[in-house]
């Protein structure tokens, strides 16, 4: 039974897909937009979490070439790369929120409610 | 100036994205220049992709790094016939769409919303063409989530409670599925440790077989957040609100090209990364092929119980995304060039049928399918260019729509699946029953006592000049289709060598 050990020291892994599975529960299920809109952040939360765990290395060195010389022998540094992705997919996710809570106050001008429920019945009586 | 692109070809993006944004500039300055600036700036970028797509077309492929830096550590553009084919196919229908716009968009948006308009619309064929050209997974990320953002402002231009709706699932659902989209990038990233497509393929040969239950994870989250953003059968349940909801220019590029957009890259990763082989041995390939006949047949199924005319074309969009499925999932290099030359056709076609759907309305403010009785003789130019594009759609020889299918099923033979020439004829069978009777009605369901005169369409210029273009289009490539054809069958080689 080497699985347990395995997942314990992957947890970062497990965290994020489990993050994943709620933020897509979140964003369907919910009837209030707001709700929704955290779930997309969720979502996206969930996959930066999975890309930056893949990037460490437990007593890694933060990615910046040292000042005078060279690195001391067995240091080694983590992978820099997923860090430049994840601010990428922030800015990206950031913008979509904009966007959504953008949309969101515009129902809330049409519909005088957030919640989908509510204004689906409202669009039934029309 | 053609020199500096074929040494830079991504100056191409570059150029749309800075034209994107002088727009408000233009718009501050005189708003009704806006549309004959886009249009310009438009026709540019369909000269230099005209250009990119002569020098593919004689067999020669630009590799160009950005930045100087190469492959494996910089973004990778590639001109290459798919990549051309698809340039050109954005450019050419967007130009029409803008050309369109001139006349159609002071009816429909704000005024002070033109320039943003202008702006939006440059800013989502800008992120397609780089969808088409890039050779980055996390670049292709970047462009996808523009491209979705872009579109649903698109569709919210309109600014009805109908459209504001439309837009919000559009976009919540864009964003889970282009959450989706980017787990598997995350995952190939994980498992191969490059972002470059062909770097990536070739990590991915030699390491698959270690992870047998991440390739699945990988490929179906591809599909269905590819699916969910071009409408794929199940997933399609945004499409006919967003699309019906938009102004019309809106409709007929989000209907003919932003759909398409995610066929491209989901081909790309398929195809470049994973193989056929693979998506056969796992099942991928035929989960698609039964997505795809399912669309087929109940897109066009829904497509007859809709009386909206843009509600109904919006489901015919779902029911033909299917036939460019269908030519993706049967693997041979006619049906995969078939499904490539869809794309084009089904833009050119789905275009001329919105526009000709917004011309109706503007002349006579009707919405309804079943209110048409003898408008063949009140507009002949706009019923005209929507039977073309309809019969088109049906599949009738001598239209561009006749050249894709019948390649479609050669495909599926030479695949040895030929239950689908079946399918295919059951389909075209489907569309006629909801395309001929708007086209019965316009020309012989008229009041006996009227006069049978022909008098022209009240419409302007721009209007009736784009239909009979596309209209012409759709005749012309369907009698010499040589040139799409080649650039088509060019391309499936690449996926299928």
């Known amino acids: 039974m080497d699985v347990i050990p395995k997942v314990i020291h992957n947890y970062p892994y497990f965290v994020s897909v489990v993050l994943f599975c709620i933020g897509i529960y979140t964003t369907l299920s919910q009837t209030s937009l707001m709700k929704k809109i955290i779930g997309i952040n969720i979502i996206g939360n969930s996959i930066f979490l999975l890309f930056i765990s893949s990037a460490n290395i437990r007593g890694g060195m933060a990615p910046i070439a040292p000042q005078h010389g060279t690195l001391p022998p067995g240091a080694f540094y983590v992978n820099p790369l997923p860090a430049a992705l994840v601010l990428t997919g922030i800015v990206v996710g950031l913008s979509v929120t904009a966007f959504a809570l953008s949309i969101v106050v515009r129902m809330y001008e049409y519909y005088g409610t957030i919640e989908s429920n509510e204004i689906l019945e409202i669009r039934s009586w029309e | 100036m053609f020199a500096f692109l074929e ?167 864009a964003t889970v599925g282009s959450g989706f989209v980017l787990f598997g990038i995350a995952l190939l990233y994980l498992i191969t440790g490059n972002l470059n497509i062909t770097f990536v393929a070739e990590e991915f040969r030699l390491v698959y077989k270690n992870y047998p239950f991440l390739i699945w ?134 275009a001329c049928l919105f526009m000709a759907a917004g011309a109706i309305y503007y002349q006579t403010g009707n919405k309804q399918v079943n209110k048409l009785q003898g408008l063949g003789y009140e507009m002949p130019i706009t019923i005209g260019a929507f039977s073309v594009a309809a019969l088109s759609m049906v599949g009738l020889p001598l239209f561009s729509g006749f050249i894709s299918k019948w390649y479609l099923a050669q495909g599926s033979i030479e695949a040895g699946m030929p239950l689908f020439v079946g399918l295919l004829i059951l389909s075209g069978l489907l569309n006629a029953s909801y395309f001929l009777p708007i086209i019965w009605q316009a020309f012989f369901d008229v009041d006996q006592h009227k006069p049978k005169t022909f008098t022209l369409d009240l419409i302007p210029v721009p209007m009736a000049a784009t239909l009979i273009i596309l209209a012409l289009t759709v005749v012309y490539f369907g009698l010499r289709p040589e040139f799409p054809l080649s650039l088509a069958q060019q391309a499936a080689k690449i996926f299928l060598p």
């Not at chain 2, 202008?118 to 890039?134: E, K, P, Q």
């Not at chain 2, 007929?252 to 056929?276: N, P, Q, R, T």
């Not at chain 2, 995304?321 to 995969?336: D, E, K, R």
Request: aromatic residues 14%.
């Open chain 2, 217 to 350: 994870t990988v490929l179906s989250f591809f599909l269905v957040g590819f699916g969910i953003k071009s409408a794929l059968f199940p997933l399609h349940l945004w499409l006919p609100d967003a699309h019906s909801s938009a102004p019309t220019a809106s409709s007929a590029i989000l209907s003919g090209l932003v759909v398409k957009a995610y066929i491209v890259a989901l081909i790309k990763f398929y195809f470049l990364i994973f193989g056929f082989e693979l998506l056969d041995a796992i099942y991928i390939r035929h989960l698609m092929l039964i997505m795809a006949s399912s669309a087929m047949v109940f897109g066009s199924l829904f497509a007859f119980a809709q009386l909206d005319i843009k509600r109904r074309l919006a489901y015919s969009s779902v029911a033909q995304v299917g036939y460019v499925f269908l030519g993706i999932g049967l693997g041979s290099a006619t049906g995969l060039a078939a499904g490539i030359l869809h794309i084009f056709n089904h833009a050119v076609m789905k």
């Open chain 2, 7 to 173: 040494a830079h070809p991504p100056a191409i993006v570059l150029f749309m994205l800075m034209a994107a944004f002088i727009m408000p500039a233009i718009a501050h300055f005189r708003r009704s220049l806006c549309a004959p600036f886009s249009c310009g700036f438009m026709a540019v970028g369909l000269a230099g992709s005209l250009y990119l797509a002569s020098l593919a077309a004689e067999g020669r492929v630009i590799r160009y790094a950005a930045g100087g830096w190469p492959p494996p550590w910089g973004i990778e553009v590639v001109i290459n016939p798919f990549s051309a084919f698809i340039l050109v196919v954005i450019t050419f229908i967007c130009l029409l769409i803008l050309f369109y716009s001139t006349a159609s968009l002071q009816t429909e948006v704000a005024e002070n919303a033109i320039g943003w308009y202008y702006t939006i619309f440059l800013l989502l064929v800008a992120s397609m063409m780089g969808m088409a050209m890039t050779q980055d997974i996390f670049n292709m990320y970047v462009f996808i989530e523009v491209t979705g953002i872009s579109a649903c402002a698109l569709v919210l231009a309109k600014n009805t409670r109908l459209a504001t709706e439309a837009a919000f699932k559009y976009l919540l659902l």
